[in-house]
Every structure is written in C-alpha cells, then in structure tokens.
C-alpha cells in the first residue's frame, strides 16, 4: 500500500538549531500535511501544502511540497524547548481524502 | 484546542467486551475521520463519514463499526475486543469532502484491553 518514509526517526539538538526533517514516497501525492504530536494529545495541524513546488511558512516553520509530487520537507528555524514532541507528514492520493502517515520524527531540544 | 471532542478519555475492558467511543466535530464540520495510533502500525485510518453517509473505509476491521448521526456526532464501536486493539483512536473533522484537505484532531481515546 501507499507508504510515506519518514525520516530522521529521531533528533536531539540544542536550543536554538535549525532543524530539517523530511518525507518521501515512490508513488505521487496531491496534498502533503503536517503534523506536531506532544504526550497525551491529537496530532495539532501545523502546515498544509496544495501545489506542487509550494513553499509555505508558519512563524518558525517552513514546509515545502516537492516538484515531483513524491516528497515534502519541513524546516524549524532557532528550535525552542516547546517544539519538543512527533512530527508526523500526511499525505492524501487522487480523489481520496484519508491520510496517509509517515512514521514521525521525534525531536528533543535541550535547553 | 482543535474544537474535536472526544469520549472518554480513557478506556480499560477486558478481552471480548465491547465499547463505544464517542466524537464530536468542530462546529461547521461535515466530515468525520477515525484513525487507530498503535506503537508498531503508527497512524491507521479506519472510516470517515460525510453528513451521515459512510463516505470511505480504510484498514477497519469486521469488528469494528462506526456511524454518524444527524447531529454529526460520530460513534466508533468495537466488539470482541482482542489484546491487540489496545491503541489510541483519534477521530478528526474536516468542512467537507472536497479541497482542502485539512483534518483536526480530537485529543484521543485510549483503550487499554486486558
């Protein structure tokens, strides 16, 4: 079935790093989504992204949607300790409006 | 706070018993989305529903079924429950079924079999 490879798994960076985190897939994608999960909590919409080549922003957090609608990547730009937790990638396929997820990302800052 | 509500928050049953998690969508919202979050398996979709209609299914066992209700509100049942159904089960919303695409998530259900 449809498979989204996140990666990496994991990342423990120090407070203040820029953190780069993506997502690819060998099948094509028309709308990537994505998602920061603390303990405990739903998955809470950080960026969603429509067009292929799409860069959008959302304060400290850049998400781009590839050219070849196969991969899409996410930036944090100076991390803070509140951006700990999973971030996942979503995507949805043709007509389909279920998501797909990737494995997450766990991030860990250190103060 | 996405305005998704679930209940409860917490779950625990033993093998065989059946139990009923509840949703309700954020105000406006026609779509109702239940997703299953399992250390091994990560994020699942099971079902969505649009105003009332089962609109798609995913990887939702025979044992598993939801509806949605006039209201909106949905209901996901689960029967003859095993170890295995242990996860979290997340229901999200969205305006409708077409463009954009955009899920909120309610905080979750955790159900613990036994």
């Known amino acids: 079935g449809q498979q989204l490879n996140q990666s990496p798994q994991s990342m423990f960076i120090q407070e203040g790093e820029d953190v780069s985190m993506n997502c690819t897939s060998s099948s094509i994608f028309n709308t990537w989504l994505w998602y920061k999960q603390e303990p405990g909590e739903g998955p809470v919409l950080l960026i969603a992204?429509?067009?292929?080549?799409e860069l959008t922003s959302n304060g400290r957090l850049t998400a781009q949607f590839g050219i070849t609608r196969k991969d899409s990547f996410l930036n944090i730009s100076a991390s803070i300790p509140s951006d700990v937790g999973i971030y996942f990638c979503?995507?949805?396929?043709?007509?389909?409006?279920?998501?797909?997820f990737g494995k997450g990302t766990k991030l860990t800052v250190n103060p | 706070d996405s305005g998704v509500t679930q209940t409860p928050k917490h779950l625990i049953t033993a093998t065989g018993q059946r139990v009923t998690l509840r949703c309700s969508p954020r105000s406006g919202d026609l779509s109702v989305y239940w997703y299953q979050q399992s250390l091994d398996q990560g994020l699942q979709f099971l079902i969505q529903?649009?105003?009332?209609?089962?609109?798609a299914k995913g990887n939702i066992l025979e044992r598993f079924s939801a509806q949605q209700f006039p209201d909106l509100h949905s209901e996901l049942n689960l029967s003859s429950l095993e170890l295995g159904d242990s996860a979290l089960y997340f229901c999200?919303?969205?305006?409708?079924?077409?463009?954009?695409?955009?899920?909120?998530f309610g905080p979750g259900t955790r159900l613990t079999v036994t």
């Open positions: 992204l429509y067009k292929a080549g």
């Open positions: 999200a919303s969205s305006v409708g079924t077409n463009y954009p695409y955009e899920q909120y």
């Open positions: 979503a995507a949805t396929q043709g007509g389909s409006e279920k998501l797909v």
């Open positions: 529903y649009y105003n009332g209609e089962e609109r």
